[in-house]
Each structure stands twice: as structure tokens, then as C-alpha cells.
């Protein structure tokens, strides 16, 4: 067995960034996938997370979003992760993934005392890869097949978990809230020879009458909470995969969204763990024939949607939380337990808020807003654009969606914002030219050749150095692995305490994770705005630049706004802010801005802006100089009816003429053989001959079509002069 005192983690070894991303590609060259994961501090032992010393989980939790499938073995993206967190811990997956499962021993719960009896069975320590975690544990690594089903398991025997599909070990070098560092055993590192998993790693979780215990942390007041897995929530879980397992060809995508979304209520009921759940489902999405990015995605998807209609399991088979429950008084302390044996109990978690606590903790400010010096713009936002909300502009190709977003991010940086660019549709070369007029330079001049362009764009580099510009622009062109996940943590490691600004362009361009496991492009929009209402919730102000539908173009189209952008049914519903953008009529430099939502204000103006081409800068038009451009929802709703009808007015007018015109040529004609000499002669419909027919009779241009024939119930149609126009014909 080995003696956590002679491990290395029990000396002190220092370890810098380099080392840090050496181990982590060390993994790599051994095809081992691997992702950064969030380290705690070396002096205070707090983790180096937003939550800080309130970490349920310091030094263990993934640094990136849906590790499960952004954790590679390319040196490329390794490199930009550790230059990004240089002292981030080293996630290693387990699993079929990289053809290991590890048997993780807790002394703290018995391992020990296992691992010693399976050694004595085995004849001896096991020749494996061995890990020594920082916190005195071990870590046994087997080889799996490619194929292999074996999940997660807790409580394979006292103190003993098997971690496998769906799961991830913290490795060498990484630092241990203990202050320790996880290392290889001497003579039993990467490069041994890794044993087939024992028949002792095969055997399932224990099954008791009482639930078994997962750990499932929860960040609950900045403790510590466990929430026990009943039988119940096993068995849903266990009947879910069989189901999406057997599902028939043609029925297993629906089936597992079903799976996902059922599961999802009791993951939002806290009955099950949302990672486990995922495991779980994807291996029985693998085993029924589904890719692993397509499966991830309908797997998030549902749960997400589960999540918000949480279900609580049946009382007969719920069970407190350890932290509330009488009869594990003792695993309770155990798992509270401090270094000086004092216990720390977690406070529970409210089910629910009542109206008046509700009020106190929701309604709070959504935070500081950014002025934006547009007055209808600020009036409509109640004073500027606020942190932590999703701002959308949609717009047609050319309707200045990325000159409004740079010259805002300009005036924002001078605020005080730290503001990041994700150049995805127009290359940064643009955006950067437009920065380059708002701090006063010659358009012309900064794009220019030889030693002018050079003089220019160098007197610019030295400009917004002095100032110390906040403002970073990001242009995938040369970086292809850049995606809005990647830019959002670099922006939050630069920004640190200062506001934040995020301007995607284009929201359909950019490219990102979560989106990358979706089929058609509605989904793929749903996961990116999914993704940025999460960094909005953190207190980013998300600016989204929007392509627009066809259909909308025109700002004169019958067609509601909010349907504006394109995979509309997606992008409107998560805008806080949607404002659309045209190019006025006839009007160079003009644009038409319309708020077509608005969380902030029940107003929802239309404004004109006039884009300064030398300066890159927009300003507000004039209510006087709008050439009686509505201002309204009303106004603009008239103005097309009224719009519509005068073009219904000519239409009318020239059928009727058209018809005025064969009455003439063939007079006495009755109204069924006029029509259908129209129909054949001018192809019309039923409606057009009478929309005709009915404007003659009253009337146009001083003649009207008259009847001649003077008797009931026959028609002989000529035309006459308007005034007694029946006399004339009778004389």
C-alpha cells in the first residue's frame, strides 16, 4: 500500500506556469485529452474562481464550459489555454474518451483500509499508473477499451469511487486546496504500463435500503451542500438510458431529448447531479448509434428545458440533505468537518422565496449603465446601456451594424469599460480603421501605402498606447480556434473589477462550443445566446450585431419587427434590447433606427442617426430635419396602411381604365362576357374585374360605366360623360 507520508505531494516543490503547461502537453503527446481547471491560491489556499473563498469545490472545477467537449490533446489550443491562466490545475478526462477509468481511494472515508485489503488480495501493490492527490488520497489508473460503458461510480466500496465515462481526475502537477501538490508515484508514472481494470473496479455502486450518498456540490450561501441520490431518482435514471439505449433508428434523437428533459426536472429539483445525468445519457446516446457532438447538444438542451419545470421526487422516497438529516448525523460531521474538529454545518438551500425576500434579492439594479450620448437611444434604456443585459442589432448589409457597435465601444472604453471585439464578420482591419477616425485620423491616410500609411498607423499605435486603450479586437481570420467562450474568459481575467463589454459580430459568424454540437442554424443561435445570457447574468454587457431577414429589408415591409432577425424565434426572445437598423431612403449617411424591444422602457421610438463618414461618428437627427419620418409604432403602422391603400389606388385606377377601354371597343357586352374577355385577354381574376368594374361605376376621370339597355335584370355596359350620363344615352 502506499504511505502518503513518503508521497511526493507531502514536500514542498515549486511549480511555475511553465511547468504547468509542460505536464498538461505532456499528456497531450500521449493523446490524452486534458482541459484547464480553476487553481487556488498558494499563499491563502482559496480558489482563484469568481466565487472566491465561497468555492464549493476550490481547485477542482472546470475552467472551461462543457469540458466534456472541449477537452483536447492539440498542442495549439493547450498553449493559448495555460498563456490565458498560466497556473490553471490540469483536468484529465477519464472514460472512453481517453481509454482509462481511475479507482479513486478517500482516506478520509475508509480508502485506505480498502485499498490495503485489494493489495493484500492482488499479492502486492498494483503496477499501474499511480497518482498521489494533494489532499493524501490515490489514484489507481486501468486501461479501458474504446468502447467501454463504464460510468461514474460512488461507493464502488468503502471510500473507493470509479471515475469513468462522464468523469474527470485533477492531476500532476496541480495544487490541492491542502496546499499540497498532486504528483506521479516514483516508478509509476505516465510512462508505465496502465493494468486492464480489475474485476473489483467492475462491480456496481452499494445497494442499500438507504439512498446512496453522491457528493453533488451545490454553491449554497458559500458552503458546502450534499444532496443524496435516492433510489428513486437511480431508478428514473437507470429506465431513461435503457429507454434512449433501445430506441429505434429514427426515433433516438426525440427520445433523447425526452430522457434529457425528464431527468432535467429532477436535476432542477436537486434530486440528481446535472453532470451525472449528462454521463449517463451520452454513453446510452453512444450505445444507440449517436455522435457524441449531436447527442451533447440534445442532452443540454433538454435538461436546460427540465431544469426550469423542476420536480421534486415522492416523499416516501426523498431524503434530507446530509447537512438536515438526523440519521447521518455522523457522515455529516465527516464530510464538515474542520482541521480543528470543529463542524460546519451547511444552511439549507430554500426550496422557494417568499414575495417579500423575493423582492429584496431579485429586483436589485441590473448595474451601472453606459451612456451612449444618443439621446432618444439613452431615453429609450432609461439612461445608457446597463451591465449585465443582451443588446441586439439587427440589420440588413450595410445599415452600419458594425460602425455603431465600434463607435459605442469607443465611447464605452472612455468611460471606463475594458471592451473586447470579436471581429467573426468584418475583418478587424475595418474595425480597427474606424477606431483609427474616432481618435481623429484621415481614413485615407491610416489605409495608405508606404511611409505615410506607416507614419499614420504608427503615430496611432503610439496614441492609444499612451492612454492605455482598454479595447481589444480579436480577428478569427488568424486565429481559427478562437471562439466566444475563449474571448469572454480572457476578456473576464482582463477586465477584473472594471466593466465589461462584449460585441459579438455576427452572432450567425461567430463561432462557438456550445453550438458546434447543434445541426441546423435556429439551434446553433439558440446555444450561442444561451451561452451569452450566461456572461450577461455575470455582469457583461453582451452587444450582439444580428444579420437580417430578407423579408425585412425594407422598414416599410408589413412585417412585425421583432421577426427582423435572421433564425428569428431565437434572437428576439433573448434581447433585453432590439433595435433595428436601415439604410433611409434616398438618404446617403442617414440610418433609421427603430427599438423594436425594450426591457427597460415602454417607449419604443424610432430615430434617425447621421453617419459622419470622415469621423466614423454618429449623431442624432433632428425631430425637424426627419422629413416627416414617423416616430411611433402608431405612426409607422399608419403610414404603411396609408402607403398600401394609395398603391391599391393605382392599381385600381389602371384595371379600371384597362376596362374602360374594351367597353369601349366592344360595347352592349353584358357583365359575364366582359369578364371573360378580360380573363382571356388580360388574364384576370374575379377580384380585378370587379375591383374595375366597381371603380368605373362611380366614376373616373369624368365618365362612369352606365347600363343602356333600359331594361330589369340585363345588362348592356357603355361608357358616358359622368353628368346624366343615362339622359344622353336614352336621347
Not at 430522457?259 to 449528462?278: H, I
Not at 416516501?316 to 438526523?326: D, E, H, I
Not at 466593466?499 to 441546423?520: E, F, G, H
Request: aromatic share 6%.
Amino acid at each position: 500500500m502506499v504511505d502518503p507520508a513518503e508521497s511526493p505531494p507531502a514536500v514542498a516543490r515549486v511549480v511555475d506556469a511553465a511547468d504547468m503547461l509542460q505536464a498538461a502537453l505532456d499528456l497531450a503527446e500521449q493523446t490524452l485529452r486534458v482541459f484547464p481547471v480553476w487553481h487556488v491560491d498558494a499563499n491563502t489556499h482559496v480558489c482563484m474562481c469568481p466565487a472566491g473563498s465561497e468555492c464549493p469545490d476550490p481547485g477542482k472545477h472546470p475552467h472551461v464550459k462543457r469540458w466534456q467537449v472541449a477537452a483536447t490533446d492539440e498542442r495549439e489550443t493547450l498553449t493559448k489555454w495555460w498563456a490565458t491562466w498560466p497556473n490553471a490545475n490540469i483536468g484529465l478526462v477519464t472514460g472512453a474518451t481517453n481509454g482509462l477509468v481511475v479507482a479513486d481511494f478517500d482516506p478520509r472515508n475508509g480508502g485506505d483500509k480498502t485499498l490495503a485489503e485489494l493489495e493484500a488480495a492482488n499479492g502486492g501493490p498494483f503496477k499501474t499508473v499511480t497518482a498521489l492527490s494533494g489532499g493524501g488520497g490515490v489514484h489507481l489508473v486501468f486501461a479501458v477499451a474504446a468502447d467501454s460503458r463504464l460510468r461514474n461510480g460512488r461507493g464502488i466500496r468503502p471510500g473507493l469511487d470509479r471515475r469513468g465515462n462522464g468523469g474527470y481526475v485533477v492531476c500532476s502537477p496541480s495544487l490541492h486546496e491542502s496546499g499540497q501538490r498532486y504528483a506521479w508515484k516514483p516508478g509509476l508514472g505516465l510512462g508505465t504500463r496502465m493494468l486492464p481494470v480489475p474485476e473489483w473496479l467492475n462491480e456496481p455502486e452499494i445497494e442499500r435500503g438507504e439512498p446512496v450518498e453522491v457528493p453533488f456540490v451545490l454553491p449554497v450561501n458559500g458552503a458546502r451542500e450534499l444532496v443524496r441520490v435516492d433510489r428513486y431518482a437511480r431508478r428514473a435514471l437507470d429506465l431513461e438510458a435503457n429507454a434512449v439505449r433501445t430506441a429505434p433508428k429514427g426515433t433516438r434523437n426525440d427520445r433523447l431529448n425526452e430522457a434529457a428533459f425528464c431527468l432535467g426536472t429532477l436535476v432542477g429539483g436537486r434530486a440528481l447531479d446535472q453532470g451525472m445525468v449528462e454521463g449517463v445519457l451520452l454513453q446510452a446516446a453512444q450505445a444507440a448509434g449517436l455522435g457524441v457532438r449531436e447527442a451533447l447538444g440534445t442532452i443540454r438542451s433538454g435538461i436546460t428545458s427540465g431544469v426550469k419545470r423542476p420536480r421534486a421526487v415522492p416523499e416516501r422516497a426523498s431524503v434530507p440533505t446530509v447537512a438536515g438529516g438526523a440519521s447521518s448525523a455522523a457522515t455529516a460531521a465527516n464530510d464538515n468537518q474542520g482541521d480543528d474538529g470543529d463542524t460546519n454545518e451547511a444552511p439549507r438551500r430554500p426550496r422557494y422565496l417568499l414575495l417579500p425576500e423575493a423582492i429584496l434579492r431579485s429586483m436589485a439594479p441590473l448595474g451601472p449603465r453606459m451612456a451612449t450620448g444618443i439621446e432618444t437611444f439613452d431615453a429609450a434604456t432609461v439612461g445608457g446601456l446597463p451591465l449585465g443585459s443582451v443588446v441586439i442589432f439587427c440589420g440588413a448589409p450595410g445599415s452600419a451594424k458594425s460602425g455603431l457597435a465600434v463607435y459605442l465601444v469607443h465611447r464605452f472604453e472612455k468611460l471606463g469599460a475594458v471592451c473586447m471585439y470579436l471581429a467573426a464578420d468584418e475583418p478587424a482591419r475595418g474595425i480597427l480603421t474606424r477606431l483609427g477616425q474616432l481618435e481623429g485620423f484621415e481614413r485615407e491616410a491610416l489605409g495608405a501605402g508606404e511611409e505615410r500609411g506607416q507614419q499614420t498607423r504608427e503615430a496611432f499605435a503610439a496614441r492609444v498606447r499612451e492612454r492605455n486603450c482598454q479595447t481589444v479586437v480579436i480577428d478569427p481570420a488568424y486565429d481559427e480556434a478562437r471562439t466566444i467562450e475563449d474571448v469572454h474568459a480572457e476578456l473576464v481575467a482582463l477586465a477584473g473589477d472594471r466593466p465589461r463589454v462584449l460585441v459579438i459580430d455576427s452572432l450567425q459568424r461567430a463561432r462557438c462550443l456550445a453550438a458546434d454540437a447543434c445541426n441546423d442554424p435556429r439551434s446553433k443561435v439558440n446555444a450561442k445566446l444561451d451561452l451569452l445570457r450566461e456572461h450577461a447574468n455575470g455582469g457583461t454587457l453582451v452587444i450582439l450585431l444580428s444579420e437580417m431577414g430578407r423579408a425585412s429589408y425594407d422598414i416599410d415591409a408589413e412585417r412585425n419587427p421583432l421577426a427582423a432577425g435572421k433564425e428569428s424565434g431565437a434572437v428576439e426572445y433573448d434581447a433585453d434590447l432590439q433595435i433595428n437598423l436601415y439604410s433611409a431612403k434616398g438618404l446617403t449617411g442617414m440610418v433609421d433606427a427603430v427599438v423594436a424591444k425594450s426591457r427597460f422602457s415602454a417607449d419604443k421610438p424610432m430615430f434617425r442617426l447621421r453617419l459622419d463618414f470622415a469621423r466614423a461618428s454618429f449623431s442624432e437627427v433632428s425631430a425637424g430635419d426627419m422629413n416627416g419620418a414617423p416616430s411611433t409604432p402608431a405612426d409607422r403602422s399608419e403610414a404603411r396602411a396609408a402607403s398600401y391603400r394609395a398603391r391599391k389606388e393605382l392599381e385600381t385606377d389602371a384595371l379600371a381604365r384597362q376596362l374602360a377601354a374594351l367597353v369601349e371597343l366592344l360595347p352592349r357586352k353584358g357583365t359575364m362576357e366582359l369578364r371573360r374577355i378580360a380573363t382571356a385577354k388580360f388574364g384576370w381574376g374575379i377580384s380585378s374585374f370587379r375591383r374595375a368594374e366597381a371603380r368605373l361605376k362611380s366614376g373616373l376621370e369624368g365618365r362612369r360605366l352606365v347600363d343602356a339597355s333600359g331594361q330589369e335584370n340585363v345588362c348592356e355596359w357603355v361608357m358616358a360623360v359622368d353628368a346624366n350620363a343615362h339622359d344622353e344615352v336614352a336621347s
